[in-house]
């Protein structure tokens, strides 16, 4: 099984839509979990820390559910600026602050 | 806002040559970590570094491989005798607090041929 699982995509959506991502993570002691965002060729960046209560940054919204092991992402009201990979990312809790990253979902906003 | 400068953007190099990657991590921050990515694959951990020594590498970082933190301000991260599977874009990421603030710089990439 996978470290860190995502569905490749990609997700095509009309600019207004709104999307969600899902990913799993193999290893149940992982205490640490985000969602970057990486554009084609660039470096990944992040955009935004998972919480257990789930948390909200403007169109974002991530949830995370410990017990299915199991990370979600939704972004509402698309914007054309939103097209890249997003990527799943937890801590490997076996390792010092190492980071673990999922294949990552591709998303194209089409106007 | 503080970023993490990596040079060169882009380094070809014979198989079997010794290259040298740099980075600038931001200046307060104590954990340096160096990443690759293969194209079209995930982004993979390689080494950390924490007060002057390695905290922890993966299995990829081999013999050949090794980092530096030669002044202050510079880590470097060479690889001895270069092969054709790696090349990938090498990302340098400092943090000030471990796990969270972790950023990246926006990679070299290492062409083998």
């Known amino acids: 099984r996978k470290e860190v699982e995502q569905d490749p995509g990609p997700f095509n959506v009309p600019e207004g839509a709104t999307v969600a991502f899902n990913c799993t993570y193999s290893?149940?002691?992982?205490?640490?979990f985000f969602w970057y965002r990486q554009d084609c060729r660039k470096e990944p960046k992040l955009l935004m820390s998972?919480?257990?209560s789930g948390n909200e940054d403007g169109r974002f919204t991530a949830q995370l559910n410990r017990a299915s092991q199991y990370i979600s992402l939704l972004i509402r009201d698309s914007k054309l600026s939103d097209s890249a990979t997003y990527l799943c990312?937890?801590?490997?809790?076996?390792?010092?602050?190492?980071?673990?990253f999922g294949a990552g979902t591709r998303l194209a906003v089409h106007p | 806002e503080p970023e993490v400068t990596q040079t060169p953007s882009h380094q070809v190099t014979q198989m079997g040559q010794e290259v040298i990657l740099r980075c600038v991590p931001i200046?307060?921050?104590?954990?340096f970590y160096w990443y690759r990515q293969i194209l079209g694959q995930k982004v993979e951990f390689l080494v950390s570094?924490?007060?002057?020594?390695?905290?922890?590498k993966s299995e990829i970082f081999d013999d050949q491989f090794s980092v530096e933190r030669p002044d202050g301000s510079n880590f470097t991260l060479k690889i001895r005798s270069t092969k054709l599977e790696d090349s990938a874009m090498y990302f340098c990421?400092?943090?000030?607090?471990?796990?969270?603030?972790?950023?990246f710089g926006s990679g070299t990439r290492l062409t083998v041929v």
């Open positions: 990421a400092s943090s000030e607090q471990g796990l969270y603030g972790y950023t």
């Open positions: 290893n149940s002691a992982s205490q640490s």
């Open positions: 998972v919480y257990s």
């Open positions: 990312v937890v801590n490997d809790p076996g390792g010092y602050n190492k980071l673990i």
């Open positions: 200046s307060n921050h104590l954990y």
């Open positions: 570094f924490y007060n002057n020594e390695i905290s922890e």
